[in-house]
């Protein structure tokens, strides 16, 4: 008799304990839990909408039978389950929300130098974001993919490049051959400019990159003019001014954005083939 006593009181306290609020129970859980992680390999496709592809995030939703979909396309299917064609409500998928709040992946960069890892749904937000992002060697052939500082150090030793050291705000005056591609800068902060150089017909096409891949960082404009040196046509020169230099993590070589400027043939020094050009470069956002 008591031993059945006992059972019903045990029952009533589970009974109590279940009609405890999803989430308060969780959380108590959570609390009564120590912290542990763990590594899984897992495909990917249980985390992504199936519908949209992209990423799930709060709030999920689920069709009566646990067929799942974000908030952005639940809004625009119709009454039935765009998995199991039945009509149907659908309601807050709150497992899967904790579920997928939870996993965290590293950041592609991790090989270049980024120890971050972020929620799956936020992965690509990171990324784009990422200050280690690779950027690319400009040599023709060269499959060389870092940092910018083991890029500047690979274009040193590898390909033997001397970088023009410069100071913002001050004009730098460089004499470059023809037929030269790539003239390195490295300001006072060591960001990375590569002057490109590209041969057209109608002249040479100078324009001015900063080597990297993501905007966060400081802004800066460039002025670019071409002399003639030997005063031949005494102060004939051409000018172009950027007012905010494009960032590029040199993927595919450079090419010729807005800005660029046209170098007639007429301002090649005859006897040295050089073109003799003032660079100078601004920093407009700390
Ligand atoms: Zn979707
Ligand atoms: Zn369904
Ligand atoms: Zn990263
Ligand atoms: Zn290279």
Redesign the pocket.
């Known amino acids: 008799m008591e031993e059945v006593e006992e059972e019903s009181k045990r029952r009533k306290m589970s009974l109590r304990s279940s009609e405890k609020p999803a989430q308060e129970e969780q959380e108590a859980v959570a609390l009564r839990r120590p912290h542990s992680e763990i590594s899984v390999k897992m495909d990917s496709y249980v985390l992504d909408c199936n519908i949209c592809f992209e990423p799930l995030k709060s709030p999920i939703f689920q069709c009566e039978v646990g067929h799942v979909i974000c908030s952005v396309c639940l809004p625009k299917i119709g009454e039935n389950c765009h998995m199991c064609c039945k009509a149907t409500r659908y309601s807050r998928c709150f497992a899967l929300e904790q579920f997928v709040d939870a996993i965290k992946v590293p950041c592609s960069n991790a090989k270049y130098g980024c120890d971050k890892f972020i929620a799956y749904n936020q992965k690509e937000k990171h990324e784009n974001m990422c200050i280690h992002v690779p950027c690319f ?1 400009p ?1 023709n052939g ?1 499959s ?1 993919r870092g940092s910018t500082a083991s890029l500047l150090d ?2 040193i030793t ?2 033997e490049w001397s970088p023009t050291n410069f100071q913002y705000n001050k004009p730098q005056k460089i004499s470059m051959a023809q037929d030269r591609q790539y003239v390195l800068f490295v300001g006072e902060d060591l960001s990375m400019f590569l002057l490109a150089n590209i041969l057209t017909d109608i002249g040479n096409a100078l324009t001015m990159v900063c080597i990297g891949s993501h905007d966060s960082g400081p802004s800066y404009s460039s002025k670019i003019s071409a002399v003639d040196r030997v005063a031949r046509e005494k102060g004939t020169f051409v000018f172009q001014m950027d007012p905010l230099v494009a960032s590029s993590s040199l993927l595919g070589g450079v090419r010729l954005g807005k800005f660029f400027l046209l170098v007639p043939p007429e301002l090649v020094d005859e006897s040295t083939h050089e073109l003799t050009v003032n660079v100078r470069i601004d920093k407009i956002k700390p």
């Open positions: 060697c040599e060269c060389f690979h274009l590898k390909h």
